[in-house]
């Protein structure tokens, strides 16, 4: 995977693509079929916005225990 960060998200594109964001969990907003993953780094900040339809059941587990800073 790719290193990425935030301010590099502003300028390219990394759709479908893996990549590594080095940086902590900002907050995390839990709905019904989505999952908003704020995340920042030294160089700003990005929100993540997961469908949880399209990940595995084991990366959701992951995702619940998720917590912020």
């Known amino acids: 995977?790719?290193?990425?960060?935030?301010?590099?998200?502003?300028?390219?594109?990394?759709?479908?693509?893996?990549?590594?964001?080095?940086?902590?969990?900002?907050?995390?907003?839990?709905?019904?079929?989505?999952?908003?993953v704020d995340l920042a780094d030294s160089t700003g900040f990005i929100q993540t916005i997961i469908d949880k339809s399209k990940f595995t059941h084991e990366f959701l587990s992951l995702l619940d225990r998720l917590t912020e800073e």
Not at 13 to 33: A, L, M, Y
């Open 1 to 36: 995977m790719k290193k990425v960060y935030t301010s590099d998200v502003k300028f390219e594109s990394f759709v479908g693509n893996n990549v590594t964001i080095p940086g902590w969990v900002k907050s995390v907003r839990r709905h019904k079929n989505t999952v908003f």
